[in-house]
């Protein structure tokens, strides 16, 4: 069974420009969490989608932030336009129940550098 | 607020020593998580710890959790230079809109071979 994969893996753009990062999450899985970990500090929680149902967006740092996940498959997030302080590693997770004894399974990451 | 806080923040060992990194929580929680993340790859989960268990092994790995001084710590003995890694401890927070993961800055664990 494949796991959660993300795209691209490292992504170098420039201050103000577009970047759109990837997430399939595992097939089955109707729980899908965005985190991020920026300039080695701690893992902060963005956003959680139930299915194609925004359900907590509460961690999303502000409208420069976009996620989508249409049709309940795989999940968008963008950032436009990119500021530096944007840069950090993307992670997304999905899990098949969201009670506090499911495990939340892992990608490898967006590393994501705004010069 | 996020919670969870690692220390020590880094720590080299040899190989074959052990290895124990602490985490400290705020809130009360039903379980606590230990995942680790090696350069270039995703977090993976390693073990999860519930409120009323004070102590989980797996492998190599040894859990304790002290809900009274809100508290846990990871061992993990023998240690390999594939132990070399970034370990970090989550928490699962109960809110309005489901549950979702609190973790901390993490621990940078470099085993010298």
């Known amino acids: 069974e494949a796991g959660v994969t993300q795209f691209p893996s490292h992504s170098v753009i420039e201050k103000g420009q577009t970047v759109t990062l990837r997430c399939d999450p595992i097939s089955g899985h109707d729980n899908l969490y965005w985190y991020r970990r920026v300039m080695g500090k701690e893992i902060k929680f963005l956003l959680h989608?139930?299915?194609?149902?925004?359900?907590?967006e509460s961690g999303m740092p502000n409208n420069r932030f976009l996620a989508e996940r249409t049709g309940g498959t795989y999940s968008t997030l963008k950032v436009q336009p990119a500021e530096l302080e944007d840069s950090g590693v993307y992670f997304c997770?999905?899990?098949?129940?969201?009670?506090?004894?499911?495990?939340?399974?892992f990608g490898q990451g967006t590393r994501l550098t705004v010069v | 607020s996020q919670q969870g806080e690692e220390d020590p923040q880094a720590l080299s060992i040899q190989e074959g020593e052990n290895a124990t990194m602490n985490c400290s929580y705020k809130t009360s929680i039903n379980n606590l998580q230990w995942y680790r993340q090696n350069s270039g790859r995703g977090l993976v989960h390693l073990i999860l710890?519930?409120?009323?268990?004070r102590e989980k092994h797996s492998g190599r790995l040894r859990v304790t959790l002290d809900t009274s001084k809100k508290s846990s710590s990871l061992l993990i003995t023998a240690s390999r230079a594939a132990d070399t890694a970034s370990y970090f401890c989550?928490?699962?927070?109960?809110?309005?809109?489901?549950?979702?993961?609190?973790f901390g800055a993490g621990t940078i664990l470099r085993v010298k071979s």
């Open positions: 997770a999905s899990s098949l129940k969201t009670g506090p004894f499911t495990e939340a399974f």
């Open positions: 710890i519930r409120s009323n268990e």
């Open positions: 989608f139930v299915k194609e149902s925004k359900q907590d």
């Open positions: 989550a928490t699962v927070r109960t809110g309005e809109y489901g549950n979702k993961l609190v």
